[in-house]
């Protein structure tokens, strides 16, 4: 459903996974979209289908450096967010994640723009509160492998946070939980894409660990809807606010089911868990439900079949070379 007013977006890391989502869903809305990515882990393919469209811009840019255009409102989305991403360049992860939030709040408190940060369930770190509330402070560790990523994420806060105190800038933070979908990178070494990636070849499924951990996943599709929902919720609710699902599955559950989805044979083999890697993790999204009316409604095994559908027409495009759907 469109706005009575088309607004001029800038997306932060617009062609990434996330990103080129959120792009597709506001220019249906009817705005104006700038797509801004340095495509360190995005990539011009996820918005291939929007280049040639009037209302779409793509922009090749880092956001640590200055940036000066007219906009209405900025989603900072600017980070690559998977550990292998991320702990490859972690001085670069930093960066991003502080001078990048520097550089769009600077744009947004020159332009009077609304702008909404795509923060992190990391910033809980490894959580002693169960399920995750968005007053529980976090245990993180500061010097760990990880916290390029999980401090960047609460130093970007800070900044938002502060810039709103002292600046004025009408901001949101989101606080975004375990996101998979159409899209997301084959390589990223995300739990999902990995043990689809590694079901369709056949080959061994990787679980960290006994499997016995816990996460949350979130269809993209309905994490766009909360994102949307926050940048046109109320001025006086800046947030932060957990977006996630807070259905709770175990990864050998999770690795069960892909592996009957995908039809495949694939055995399960177990490796030691990676550093810091936290236990438990689900949203509280009792906020999002009372003060944005939204709440996911993707269940896992639908929002799989979907994801599985993408890696498998992406596999027979690179098997086949010609072949595509």
Known sequence: MGHLQSKRILVAGGAGFIGSHLCDALIQDGHEVICLDNYYTGSRENVRHLIDHPRFFLVEHDVEAPLEMAVDEIYNLACPASPKHYSRRPIKTLRTNVLGSLTLLELASR???KILLASTSEVYGDPEVHPQREGYLGNVNPIGRRACYDEGKRCAETLFFDYHREKGVNIRVVRIFNTYGPRMNHDDGRVISNL?????AGGEMTIYGKGKQTRSFCYVDDLIEGMMAMMNGPDLFPG?????????????????LIRALTGSASPFVFKSLPEDDPMRRRPDITLARERLNWRPKTGLEEGLRRTIDFFRSEREQEVYGTISG
Do not use: F, K
């Open 240 to 256: 932060p606010v957990n977006l996630g699902n807070p259905a709770e599955t175990t990864i050998l559950e999770l690795a069960a």
């Open 196 to 200: 689809i990636v590694q079901a369709l």
């Open 111 to 113: 332009n009077q723009a």
